[in-house]
């Protein structure tokens, strides 16, 4: 059964503060989704990686792919509170996305 | 106007009734998803579709049912709903070729089922 594991699922940062998010995953795949939700709300893209060492840059946002530890990561940059939201990895097993349990931002002042 | 709509946005029903949601999606795509979120579960997914013939059942797919009615149309129902079926239901949808994003989905704005 594959798994994807998110951590932390719960995170408060201060505004200004670095963090990372983790995406461990149980199985092979060499692709991988970041998408944010906001409450209430669709589940939006953020980035598509799709290969061994890809890194992706929008805004104070950085999500990385490293297939062979079987991880992604994503990186914020000098929090602000508009990046309050939560945010789910998800593994491509070819049919479907499976996705981890989602890590709940919130940015404070 | 939205690539991908479900219809209804809200529903709430009582148990052993029937419920159908619906799904539109102007992108083009040929395949099709439903997914289900409970709070702190994530996304789980209930069926697939890759064209109008063909549908897959996903992880959590008991108590469930769909019809692809046309490659745009992909319509999730619950023939007798139950209590822990209350949850947020999302539909989704992907291009096959998948050549420059992968299997990158795309998701419609959700519908919150409840059923009492």
């Known amino acids: 059964e594959l798994k994807v594991e998110q951590n932390p699922l719960f995170l408060s940062m201060q505004e200004g503060k670095n963090y990372t998010i983790y995406c461990n995953y149980s199985?092979?795949?060499?692709?991988l989704y970041w998408y944010r939700q906001d409450p209430g709300k669709s589940l939006e893209s953020l980035f598509v990686?799709?290969?061994?060492?890809a890194v992706k840059q929008e805004g104070r946002l950085m999500a990385s792919l490293d297939t062979k530890a079987r991880l992604s990561t994503l990186h914020i940059t000098a929090a602000v509170h508009d990046l309050s939201a939560t945010y789910f990895c998800?593994?491509?097993?070819?049919?479907?996305?499976?996705f981890g349990k989602g890590t709940s931002l919130l940015v404070t002042p | 106007d939205a690539d991908v709509t479900q219809t209804p946005r809200n529903r709430i029903t009582k148990t052993g009734k029937r419920i159908m949601l619906e799904c539109s999606q102007t992108?083009?795509?040929?395949?099709m998803y439903w997914y289900r979120q409970d709070p702190g579960l994530g996304l789980r997914l209930i069926y697939y579709?890759?064209?109008?013939?063909?549908?897959n059942k996903g992880e959590i797919s008991d108590g469930y049912s769909v019809s692809r009615q046309a490659q745009a149309k992909f319509s999730l129902s619950l023939e007798s709903a139950i209590p822990n079926q209350t949850a947020l239901y999302f539909c989704?949808?992907?291009?096959?070729?998948?050549?420059?994003?992968?299997?990158?989905?795309?998701f419609g704005p959700g519908t919150r089922l409840t059923v009492l």
């Open positions: 990686l799709l290969s061994n060492g």
């Open positions: 199985t092979t795949s060499d692709r």
């Open positions: 579709s890759f064209d109008v013939k063909d549908i």
């Open positions: 989704a949808t992907s291009d096959r070729t998948g050549l420059a994003g992968g299997n990158e989905q795309f």
């Open positions: 998800a593994v491509d097993i070819r049919y479907a996305l499976n």
């Open positions: 992108k083009g795509h040929d395949r």
